[in-house]
């Protein structure tokens, strides 16, 4: 009985955890680029052939409401479409059984789109209409794949690379990706990647499980990585960056000269100078490394020398955020600034580490 229960269980739709931003999204959407599609297709072929077709309704919903979908993909609606439309055009061709020939057609549409990654659910559709879409889709011919079958996948595509730019939605879809592992230029692998869940962990179990899911490996470490990093706040608490940062920066200011920037460097045994303007907001930073570059230029001020892209962090943020930056990216410091971008604080590598073992000491004392 609990077996048949746990069964009828899996019949329950699970929760869409699409934000109402994106859903409302997702509807306006496809509503924009279907009815530029089918204005744009009407005026350039007319009403006497077939201008629009019914799968494009099902191209819409992927395109806009799941734009980071992997079967969402520029390459996988236009060439999902009209692969399928070709194939279904040579079955109806060929075959003299209808229903031979529309499943058939699915089915090789199916293998053909997975063998050129352009699958696209909409073509197992765009399949059936090439069979069973009527005398004008037969009169057409191969004509039928090109228009209206490309030139609308095409139109829709384009109305999609406009409306998910204007609304800064990443697509055609790119995971963020991580600054490469080797910051010495070595074999080594990324710190991160030496410990937990790799890339080739994550490609090596798809692979065993052989199934096609809707998500990119990408994509799916990048959540890994978020889970892990709730997880060990959960574990460890919520240590800000206003807990651990040292408060009494050294700072210097853009005209100051390199000599004495150097000093200050050497007097107080620091790595980094954050650089600022009126009221200590942060304009730039300057490091040894930054000194080493300038060796063999006529620079004389900190001004000339320093970074002006300064990663930074703000005081109530959690340290667990900045371990990849520290552990994968080369950052060595981080200047910790309010909302107006004035220094408050400096967070190094060696107060984030003294901070996770400590929390780690206070978490197993509180356990014994």
Same mark, same amino acid.
């Given at each position: 009985?609990?077996?048949?229960?746990?069964?009828?269980?899996?019949?329950?739709?699970?929760?869409?955890?699409?934000?109402?931003?994106?859903?409302?999204?997702?509807?306006?959407?496809?509503?924009?680029?279907?009815?530029?599609?089918?204005?744009?297709?009407?005026?350039? !072929?007319?009403?006497?052939? $077939?201008?629009?077709? @019914?799968?494009?309704? +099902?191209? *819409?919903?992927?395109?806009? =409401?799941? %734009?980071?979908?992997?079967?969402?993909?520029?390459?996988?609606?236009?060439?999902?479409?009209?692969?399928?439309?070709?194939?279904?055009?040579?079955?109806?061709?060929?075959?003299?059984?209808?229903?031979?020939?529309?499943?058939?057609?699915?089915?090789?549409?199916?293998?053909?789109?997975?063998?050129?990654?352009?699958?696209?659910?909409?073509?197992?559709?765009?399949?059936?209409?090439?069979?069973?879409?009527?005398?004008?889709?037969?009169?057409?011919?191969?004509?039928?794949?090109?228009?209206?079958?490309?030139?609308?996948?095409?139109?829709?595509?384009?109305?999609?690379?406009?409306?998910?730019?204007? !609304?800064?939605?990443?697509? $055609?879809?790119?995971? @963020?990706?991580?600054? +490469?592992? *080797?910051?010495?230029?070595? =074999?080594? %692998?990324?710190?991160?990647?030496?410990?937990?869940?790799?890339?080739?962990?994550?490609?090596?179990?798809?692979?065993?499980?052989?199934?096609?899911?809707?998500?990119?490996?990408?994509?799916?470490?990048?959540?890994?990585?978020?889970?892990?990093?709730?997880?060990?706040?959960?574990?460890?608490?919520?240590?800000?960056?206003?807990?651990?940062?040292?408060?009494?920066?050294?700072?210097?200011?853009?005209?100051?000269?390199?000599?004495?920037?150097?000093?200050?460097?050497?007097?107080?045994?620091?790595?980094?100078?954050?650089?600022?303007?009126?009221?200590?907001?942060?304009?730039?930073?300057?490091?040894?490394?930054?000194?080493?570059?300038?060796?063999?230029?006529?620079?004389?001020?900190?001004?000339?020398?320093?970074?002006?892209?300064?990663?930074?962090?703000?005081?109530?943020?959690?340290?667990?955020?900045?371990?990849?930056?520290?552990?994968?990216?080369?950052?060595?410091?981080?200047?910790?600034?309010?909302?107006?971008?004035?220094?408050?604080?400096?967070?190094?590598?060696?107060?984030?580490?003294?901070?996770?073992?400590?929390?780690?000491?206070?978490?197993?004392?509180?356990?014994?």
């Amino acid at each position: 009985m609990q077996r048949l229960s746990s069964w009828l269980k899996a019949f329950w739709p699970a929760p869409l955890p699409a934000s109402l931003r994106e859903r409302l999204l997702g509807g306006i959407g496809a509503f924009i680029g279907l009815l530029v599609t089918e204005i744009v297709s009407r005026y350039m !072929l007319g009403i006497s052939v $077939p201008w629009f077709v @019914a799968p494009m309704g +099902a191209s *819409a919903v992927l395109l806009f =409401a799941v %734009p980071a979908s992997p079967l969402a993909q520029p390459w996988s609606i236009v060439g999902g479409n009209f692969v399928s439309a070709l194939i279904g055009i040579g079955c109806a061709h060929w075959i003299p059984d209808p229903a031979l020939a529309a499943t058939l057609a699915v089915g090789l549409a199916i293998i053909a789109m997975f063998q050129l990654r352009c699958l696209h659910p909409p073509g197992g559709a765009m399949a059936l209409t090439s069979v069973l879409g009527g005398p004008e889709v037969e009169r057409l011919g191969v004509l039928f794949a090109f228009t209206p079958v490309a030139l609308n996948s095409l139109l829709l595509l384009l109305t999609a690379l406009l409306f998910n730019a204007a !609304l800064r939605r990443r697509y $055609p879809h790119r995971s @963020a990706e991580v600054p +490469a592992a *080797a910051q010495h230029h070595t =074999a080594d %692998p990324k710190p991160s990647d030496r410990l937990g869940v790799r890339p080739e962990d994550l490609q090596a179990v798809l692979q065993e499980r052989g199934e096609m899911i809707d998500i990119s490996s990408t994509d799916l470490e990048e959540i890994l990585l978020a889970a892990e990093q709730r997880a060990w706040r959960r574990r460890f608490g919520v240590l800000r960056c206003a807990d651990v940062m040292s408060r009494d920066v050294v700072t210097i200011t853009a005209d100051a000269t390199l000599e004495s920037a150097w000093a200050q460097l050497a007097h107080h045994r620091v790595k980094a100078l954050p650089v600022v303007v009126d009221e200590d907001r942060l304009i730039g930073i300057i490091t040894l490394h930054d000194f080493l570059l300038a060796q063999e230029m006529p620079w004389e001020t900190v001004g000339e020398v320093m970074s002006a892209d300064v990663f930074t962090a703000s005081p109530d943020q959690s340290i667990v955020d900045l371990v990849p930056a520290f552990s994968d990216r080369g950052r060595h410091h981080v200047p910790i600034v309010d909302a107006d971008n004035r220094v408050v604080g400096m967070l190094t590598q060696s107060d984030l580490v003294a901070a996770l073992f400590q929390a780690g000491l206070d978490q197993a004392l509180a356990g014994c």
